[in-house]
């Protein structure tokens, strides 16, 4: 069950595509990260890793298009 509001906050770690982390943490974290986003039944507030995210994932598709 979720949540009508869930507001992320800045409880991940800021070197999230550091290439150094290791694979286990890393697969932790996005995890963490989707089970936390995916609670908001309404309104999810998001923090500037998942913006950081979300602009990385659209310049990934920018790039993949062409």
Do not use: C
């Amino acid at each position: 069950m979720g949540q009508d509001i869930v507001e992320m906050n800045n409880d991940f770690p800021n070197n999230l595509f550091d290439p150094e982390m290791d694979k286990t943490a890393f697969r932790n974290e996005v995890n963490l990260l989707y089970v936390s986003a995916t609670k908001a039944n309404k309104t999810l507030i998001i923090n500037k890793l998942l913006i950081n995210i979300l602009a990385k994932s659209a310049e990934n598709e920018k790039t993949a298009q062409g």
